[in-house]
């Protein structure tokens, strides 16, 4: 029961990932497209999206791995799982230094944390529960406890 929960988590972050990622790498080709950004805060930045894309990938090999019932190799999914929190906060500092800067040396910008939240940070919060339900369970197996 719980590979196939592992296994849809991984193929849902993997999709969601991949979509967010390409959704930014494009917006950039299409500036009509970065113009929508909408309710999903989706910036024109290809780098970001380069990096969503690879962590999408990782969680895609983890669901690969999962419905293949290799359940002794959950590596990829904490793999997965790691990257998404540790690219989640390196971005949400990036916003708070942003948004810093805004409030000391703005010359009276209002600052918005809601208009700088991009995907790389909202992704990563489910992913920073999973590691924490799982990861205990992954840490002990490492250990031999």
């Known amino acids: ?14 999709v969601l990932y991949w979509f967010f990622g390409l959704a930014m ?35 895609l090999f983890a669901y690969r791995e999962q419905a293949a019932g290799i359940v002794a190799n959950t590596a990829f999914l904490y793999v997965g799982m790691a990257l998404a929190l540790v690219f989640g906060v390196v ?3 990036s916003l ?25 940070v909202y992704l990563a919060i489910v992913p920073a529960i999973g590691m924490y339900a799982w990861g205990r369970g992954f840490i002990d197996d490492l250990t031999g406890v």
Request: proline share 9%; glycine share 10%; charged share 15%.
């Open 91 to 93: 971005a949400l500092l």
């Open 96 to 120: 708070l230094a942003e948004g810093a800067d805004i409030v000391f040396f703005g010359d009276g910008e209002p600052w918005d944390p809601a208009g700088l939240l991009v995907p790389m």
């Open 1 to 14: 029961m719980a590979s196939t929960r592992k296994a849809a988590f991984a193929a849902v972050f993997g």
């Open 25 to 59: 790498i494009v917006s950039v080709l299409l500036p009509t497209l970065a113009d929508l950004k909408g309710p999903f805060l989706v910036p024109a930045d290809p780098l970001a999206g380069f990096v969503l894309c690879v962590v999408g990938t990782v969680f």
